[in-house]
């Protein structure tokens, strides 16, 4: 059974910095792309960033862009997003979520994309 668990949230000063992890579990992470999704209340849910099954492919939204670089070690089962310059907007529940198996080496910010999901973890920008 595929499980995904979201850690690392937590309230940080705009400016501050973040590191989100997402421990994967009942799957091999290799064959799997990565994304990251979040949702603020009274908001739709927003893709945020993604990594193909083989690391190659990154995308961004376009709002975090140059911010927020996503990683995975698959040795550790685990994918993280560095966040920083944390700005109040980007406040909202984040959700990791996998897409596979799957070979491709570019992946899109799509929730539809993705079938299994995590449980989310809250990050909080406030001064």
């Known amino acids: 059974q595929l499980q995904l668990v979201e850690s690392g949230g937590g309230l940080v000063q705009p400016g501050g910095s973040l590191r989100l992890s997402c421990a994967v579990s009942?799957?091999?992470?290799?064959?799997?792309?990565i994304g990251w999704f979040r949702q603020a209340p009274g908001k739709e849910r927003e893709g945020v960033s993604c990594?193909?099954?083989?690391?190659?492919?990154?995308n961004y939204a376009d709002s975090v862009k140059g911010r927020f670089t996503i990683s995975r070690d698959n040795a550790k089962n685990t994918v993280y997003l560095q966040m920083n310059s944390l700005k109040p907007e980007d406040t909202a529940v984040y959700y990791c979520?996998?897409?596979?198996?799957?070979?491709?080496?570019?992946?899109?910010?799509?929730?539809?994309?993705?079938?299994?999901w995590g449980q989310g973890t809250q990050v909080a920008v406030s001064s």
């Open positions: 979520a996998a897409d596979g198996p799957t070979i491709a080496t570019m992946c899109k910010v799509d929730y539809r994309g993705f079938g299994s």
């Open positions: 009942g799957f091999t992470l290799d064959y799997y792309a």
């Open positions: 990594i193909s099954s083989n690391g190659g492919g990154t």
